[in-house]
C-alpha cells in the first residue's frame, strides 16, 4: 500500500472544511479580533510562513487555506506541501499574503486545525510504519473529535492508513450489547446475526464482534463479511484466524498500541482498527511567523 493516497482522495470536501471553519472563526471572534483592529491599521498588510518546527506528517492543507481566506477573501495562500508529505524541522508548509489585520485574525484558527490534522497525520504513519510487509491494514474508528470527523478521517488517509465506516449509518456492526438484546429475544448467536442480514440491503456489510474464541464457531455459520476479535491475547488472535479461515475478513481492536501493533499484525489478521489514530494523537508543532510589508505587495509564486 503507498504511504498515502492522491491528493484527491486525502483532501476532504471543501464544503465540509468550509462549515468547520465558519463555526470556528464565529467561536474564536464573534465580534472581530479587537486586538487587531486597535493596534494594527486597517491597510497594513503582511506575509507569513507557515513553518514546521519539528519532522512529521502534514494535513490539514485545505482546511489551513481557508481558515485564512474566511478571516478575509482577499487573503492569498499558497501550500507548498501536499497533504501526506513528510515534514521536516523548517519546511515551509504555506505562504500567506494580504490583510495583516485577516492573517491575524485567521491565525489561530488555521494552526489549530492544521497542527491537529498533522497530528493525527504524523501518528498514523507511525502504525503504518509499524505494519509495513505484514499485509494488515490499518484503519481508525468513530473516536474522533465532535465535529471535525471528515477532516480527521482524511489525515488518517495522509498518514497512509484507510477509513473504518464513517457513520452510524454506513454499515452495520453488531458488538456485545447489540448481541445481548437480541440473545434477550430467544435468539441464539447464529439466528441472532442471520436475523439481523435478513434485515438490511444485500449491499450492506455486516461485522461481528466477537471477544471470544467459542463464540467464533456461532457466528461463522451467520457467515458476516467480517468477524472483529476484540482485545484477545496475540495467540488468540493467530487461533482465531486459523479458525475463520478466510470465511471473513478478520479485523484485531482494542487496546492496540505502537509496541504492540507489529506483533497483532504477524498473527495474520487483515485490519487492525485503532482508535488511538485520533483520539490520541499530540498537535504537531507548526508556527506561523509573519512579516508587515508596508508597501504593499505583488501576488505570490
Avoid at 91 to 109: C, F, N
Avoid at 126 to 151: E, M, N, Q, S, W
Avoid at 197 to 202: L, N, S, T, V
Wanted: hydrophobic content about 50%.
Amino acid at each position: 500500500m503507498s504511504t498515502r493516497d492522491s491528493e484527491a482522495a486525502v483532501d476532504p470536501s471543501r464544503a465540509a472544511v468550509q462549515a468547520v471553519v465558519e463555526a470556528a472563526l464565529a467561536e474564536d471572534a464573534p465580534w472581530g479580533d479587537v486586538s487587531s483592529e486597535a493596534a494594527i491599521p486597517a491597510d497594513a498588510r503582511a506575509t507569513a510562513s507557515v513553518v514546521s518546527r519539528v519532522d512529521g506528517v502534514f494535513a490539514g492543507g485545505l482546511a489551513l487555506e481557508l481558515a485564512f481566506r474566511h478571516a478575509d477573501a482577499s487573503i492569498e495562500v499558497v501550500r507548498h506541501r501536499d497533504d501526506g508529505a513528510a515534514l521536516e524541522p523548517g519546511a515551509l508548509v504555506a505562504t500567506v499574503r494580504g490583510s495583516a489585520r485577516g492573517i491575524l485574525l485567521g491565525e489561530r484558527l488555521a494552526l489549530n486545525l492544521a497542527q491537529r490534522l498533522s497530528g493525527v497525520a504524523t501518528l498514523t504513519r507511525r502504525y503504518v510504519d509499524a505494519v509495513a510487509g505484514t499485509g494488515a491494514r490499518i484503519v481508525d474508528t468513530r473516536k474522533t473529535t465532535p465535529g471535525l470527523r471528515t477532516l480527521e478521517k482524511a489525515a488518517v488517509r495522509a498518514g497512509g492508513a484507510r477509513n473504518h465506516r464513517f457513520s452510524l449509518s454506513d454499515a452495520v456492526m453488531l458488538k456485545d450489547n447489540h448481541l445481548a438484546v437480541l440473545a434477550a429475544q430467544g435468539l441464539d448467536l447464529t439466528e441472532a446475526i442471520r436475523t439481523v442480514r435478513a434485515r438490511i440491503p444485500h449491499t450492506m456489510h455486516l461485522e461481528v464482534e466477537v471477544d471470544r474464541l467459542d463464540q467464533l464457531p456461532a457466528v461463522l455459520a451467520a457467515e458476516p463479511d467480517t468477524i472483529m476479535l476484540d482485545n484477545f491475547s496475540f495467540a488468540d488472535l493467530r487461533d482465531g484466524v486459523a479458525l475463520i479461515a478466510g470465511r471473513a475478513i478478520v479485523e484485531a481492536s482494542g487496546g492496540v498500541t505502537l509496541e504492540t501493533v507489529r506483533a497483532i499484525a504477524e498473527t495474520g489478521v487483515d485490519v487492525i482498527s485503532v482508535g488511538a489514530l485520533t483520539h490520541s494523537a499530540p498537535a504537531l508543532d507548526l508556527g506561523l511567523d509573519i512579516a508587515i510589508d508596508s508597501a504593499g505587495g505583488a501576488g505570490i509564486s
